[in-house]
Nanobody, 122 residues
Framework: QVQLVESGGGLVQPGGSLRLSCAAS????????MGWYRQAPGKECELVAA????????NYADSVKGRFTISRDNAKNTVYLQMNSLKPEDTAVYYC???????????????WGQGTQVTVSS
């Protein structure tokens, strides 16, 4: 049974940093690409970062490029999102997901974890 548990969100001031974690279980983590998505009120769900199964390649949405870094530890079945220089427009619920063929740009998966809330505000 697939389980994804996101953590690490919180309230942070503009310019601050947060590190999100996603602990995965129920599948062969090292064989799956992973992605971080976010959903803000009134906005479309957005893929913000993706990483291949071995971690050799990453991709980012233009809105976060240069500020966010995705990484993974296959020994711990965990994917991370380091978020620096946070802006109010980064406020959203952040989710991770997995795909053996490469994560989808659209938020079309049937299963999602509970997500972690990130709020950027002074």
């Amino acid at each position: 049974q697939v389980q994804l548990v996101e953590s690490g969100g919180g309230l942070v001031q503009p310019g601050g940093s947060l590190r999100l974690s996603c602990a995965a279980s129920g599948f062969t983590f090292s064989s799956y690409a992973m992605g971080w998505y976010r959903q803000a009120p009134g906005k479309e769900c957005e893929l913000v970062a993706a990483i291949t199964s071995a971690g050799g390649s990453t991709n980012y949405a233009d809105s976060v490029k240069g500020r966010f870094t995705i990484s993974r530890d296959n020994a711990k079945n965990t994917v991370y999102l380091q978020m620096n220089s946070l802006k109010p427009e980064d406020t959203a619920v952040y989710y991770c997901n997995a795909d053996p063929l490469g994560v989808q740009a659209m938020c079309s998966y049937d299963y999602w974890g509970q997500g972690t809330q990130v709020t950027v505000s002074s």
